[in-house]
């Protein structure tokens, strides 16, 4: 008799430990029925010419039901091939010794299991009709009894197992079901993760691409513009050429160190250098003026309750130093002013010059299409920190471009210094 999980072809997992029970059961309800239905003939019937083919049957029986784990491993088919030999041994034994029908329970437990539903149902029949015609045999007279029992009781069985069944395919289907259900769940959150990585590579460069435009790119520019200074004034006023020289250096200096900040942790250089945003003003103010050319003062208004975020104070710094390269190359300005005021709930920075003005259009207002940047990445700061950049100008009257910053709101109240006065440096 095959065995009933996986060398029978039953769907059940081979590690299952109950299917590995229930075989077993099977397994010790055939041998002992054999052995019982064997006994009762050999009881009855001593000394009958048909002794030696059943006990020989009996033998064949029990030994192609103990060769079925060896034969199982091979071909595919041979779980069914083994249990169509066991189950014509059988017919051929009860034909000669009816007590044997009773070997039929385990034979049918195992056809449902090997055999798909409508010949596994049609074997029961067939099964059944020779457990019935053994049982009359054996009866000394006609018994309805004997005649309806076995086929109820097959067909009960038979409800149960399929109906069984059919709950285990339920099962193992929800369970696939449910696997898909999680391989999708995986795959959506990898594919999240790695739109989520695209998004910040795409954010990351777009930031790095505003600080080397207000930065390296601005101070590239400047140095191209005093060189080119310095050459036309070369051979008449040597002196001025110099100066222009040397201001290109110190623009070069501090691109240096900007750029040197950059690998290190991307924070401006003037607010590494100490004193907070208000001396990084400053020292921006001093270093964009040019006698004679331009004067940048830089004014700041109250005091901030503390410190300000290291981000708001890197944003208004690249703001201040992108708005006066704007003012440089294309106002024509001859003085500047940054203002920076602190009040309770926000920090706004100003900065105002009295050059040529333009008329504001939107996103692109002032910006300069040789290089791509200018207001559109300012604003794209501003927004960053959930605040609000605006442009006051027309032409001829300067312009002035305010930058506003919220605070947090979890910064206290408490412990504001009074406002000193105004601030000027040159």
């Known amino acids: 008799m095959p065995p009933l999980p996986a060398e029978a072809g039953s769907t059940s997992a081979p590690g299952d430990p109950d299917a590995r029970w229930l075989s077993l059961l099977m397994h010790t309800a055939f041998f002992l029925l054999l052995g019982a239905s064997l006994a009762r003939f050999l009881l009855r019937h001593p000394g009958e010419a048909r002794t030696p083919w059943v006990v020989a049957l009996s033998v064949t029986l029990a030994v192609v039901h103990l060769l079925g784990p060896v034969l199982s491993r091979r071909p595919a088919r041979a779980p069914a091939v083994r249990f169509g030999v066991l189950v014509a041994v059988w017919m051929v034994l009860v034909v000669l010794a009816p007590s044997f029908a009773w070997c039929a329970v385990p034979l049918i437990a195992t056809g449902l299991h090997?055999?798909?539903?409508?010949?596994?149902?049609?074997?029961?029949?067939?099964?059944?009709?020779?457990?019935?015609?053994?049982?009359?045999?054996?009866?000394?007279?006609?018994?309805?009894?004997?005649?309806?029992?076995?086929?109820?009781?097959?067909?009960?069985?038979?409800?149960?197992?399929?109906?069984?069944?059919?709950?285990?395919?339920?099962?193992?289907?929800?369970?696939?079901?449910?696997?898909?259900?999680?391989?999708?769940?995986?795959?959506?959150?990898?594919?999240?993760?790695?739109?989520?990585?695209?998004?910040?590579?795409?954010?990351?460069?777009?930031?790095?691409?505003?600080?080397?435009?207000?930065?390296?790119?601005?101070?590239?520019?400047?140095?191209?513009?005093?060189?080119?200074?310095?050459?036309?004034?070369?051979?008449?006023?040597?002196e001025t050429a110099r100066s222009h020289v040397r201001t290109a250096a110190g623009i070069a200096e501090h691109n240096l160190a900007e750029a040197r900040r950059f690998v290190h942790d991307l924070a401006p250089a003037d607010l590494a250098e100490g004193g907070g945003l208000e001396a990084a003003l400053r020292t921006l103010a001093g270093r964009e003026s040019r006698p004679g050319t331009l004067v940048v003062r830089c004014h700041v208004e109250g005091a901030a309750r503390v410190p300000l975020p290291d981000r708001v104070q890197s944003a208004l710094l690249r703001i201040a130093q992108g708005a006066l390269a704007n003012v440089r190359e294309h106002s024509g300005a001859t003085t500047a002013a940054l203002t920076l005021t602190h009040l309770d709930d926000r920090v706004v920075l100003d900065v105002a010059d009295d050059g040529e003005g333009f008329e504001p259009s939107g996103e692109r207002a002032g910006q300069d299409p040789g290089r791509g940047h200018g207001l559109p990445a300012m604003r794209a700061r501003v927004r960053q920190l959930g605040g609000s950049l605006t442009v006051e100008s027309s032409p001829g009257e300067g312009a002035v471009l305010t930058a506003c910053v919220p605070l947090p709101p979890s910064l206290p109240a408490s412990g504001a210094r009074p406002a000193p006065a105004p601030e000027e440096s040159a």
């Open 114 to 238: 090997l055999l798909p539903t409508r010949p596994g149902l049609a074997l029961v029949a067939l099964l059944t009709a020779f457990v019935v015609a053994a049982q009359l045999r054996l009866a000394d007279g006609f018994d309805p009894q004997l005649l309806l029992a076995p086929p109820a009781v097959a067909a009960l069985a038979t409800a149960v197992f399929v109906r069984m069944q059919r709950q285990s395919d339920r099962s193992r289907e929800l369970a696939r079901h449910q696997r898909r259900l999680i391989d999708d769940l995986l795959r959506t959150r990898r594919e999240l993760a790695a739109t989520e990585r695209r998004e910040g590579t795409l954010a990351e460069r777009q930031r790095l691409s505003m600080e080397i435009h207000d930065t390296l790119a601005q101070g590239l520019s400047s140095q191209r513009m005093l060189l080119q200074a310095a050459e036309r004034t070369w051979d008449g006023a040597p």
